[in-house]
């Protein structure tokens, strides 16, 4: 997959090319419905075309209405690096500002004719693109028929509990339904950090943990301990109990995202993960963070959990 992380105008990609846009915050089974039938009818068309998606950096949401706080459950390289896999030809990271936003409809898909030899559009039936969000369904279909592109409305995917949204699985994680949350996506909520160094009070009890600087902006889950699958770099995945809030027993007072990489000792011990990318996968929730009567009682309850872990990741 060709991978274009500037402005959309200055690229030149040969069509015909079926292209789906929009921010796919966390690449939901609804996002990923709607890459399939992407897929099948660019194959379907003749000649067979070419794929493309195009997001965009930073969120749309946070340049249109900063006073909202948003929490990614993806960077835009992690959409693309999700997709990936489906085949996908070309990927956009298209930078976002207000003067982008201020393109009208027309001026959006004359540029993506232009561009990318755009074919057809796919898209779900509450899409709108352009300024004041203007580009509704029926303005970009007529826009199609003198534009020489056609425009497919993909039908949202469901749950019994409603249609799947990205606003969802962050109002889930928020709750700490990481589980639910998975349902979701398809997968397991994952953040990514860097490995930094902490105050070394993990090996002293025999629990030792890796202490994370997540990427910024991402949303990171509801305190409290976690099962979860813990991705070292190059080494194999690694089974794990993830804490995250501010440690009361030890009167701490920063939040913190810290993981005890089951069988792994090389963490306490020499501390080879420091500086380096570490990956954590939510798979369940144990129990809320909360205070202790005394150390040994936290080490008692932080070895029940990981007997649980164990059970749980098997």
Excluded at 213 to 239: C, E, K, Q
């Amino acid at each position: 997959m060709i991978v274009w992380c500037s402005d959309l105008r200055t690229l030149q990609f040969s069509g015909p090319t079926f292209l789906t846009i929009g921010n796919f915050d966390g690449i939901h089974l609804g996002h990923q419905a709607l890459l399939r039938v992407l897929q099948t009818e660019a194959a379907a068309h003749s000649p067979p075309a070419k794929t493309a998606l195009l997001t965009f950096d930073p969120h749309s949401m946070a340049v249109l209405q900063p006073d909202i706080p948003l929490r990614l459950l993806t960077t835009p390289r992690e959409r693309l690096r999700l997709i990936e896999p489906c085949g996908f030809d070309l990927g956009i990271i298209q930078p976002f500002d207000r003067e982008f936003a201020r393109l009208t409809p027309d001026q959006f898909m004359a540029i993506l004719v232009e561009r990318l030899g755009l074919a057809r559009l796919v898209v779900g039936p509450d899409f709108a693109l352009g300024r004041g969000r203007t580009g509704t369904v029926d303005v970009l279909r007529s826009l199609g028929d003198q534009l020489g592109y056609g425009i497919s409305v993909i039908d949202p995917v469901g749950r019994a509990n409603g249609e799947i949204h990205s606003r969802q699985i962050r109002q889930l994680l928020l709750a700490g339904a990481v589980s639910d949350a998975a349902q979701m996506l398809g997968r397991p909520y994952q953040i990514v950090g860097i490995v930094e160094e902490g105050e070394r009070r993990g090996r002293t009890i025999g629990v030792p943990t890796a202490n994370i600087r997540p990427i910024s902006h991402r949303l990171i889950p509801a305190d409290g301990v976690y099962a979860t699958w813990a991705y070292p770099g190059s080494i194999s995945p690694r089974a794990s109990v993830t804490n995250i809030g501010v440690r009361p027993t030890v009167d701490g007072f920063q939040h913190r995202v810290e993981t005890h990489l089951l069988d792994f000792p090389t963490v306490g011990e020499s501390g080879e993960l420091y500086g380096q990318q570490l990956a954590i996968s939510f798979v369940t929730r144990l129990r809320d963070e909360r205070r202790f009567d005394s150390l040994e009682a936290l080490v008692a309850q932080i070895q029940r959990d990981i007997a649980v872990a164990r059970r749980v990741l098997q």
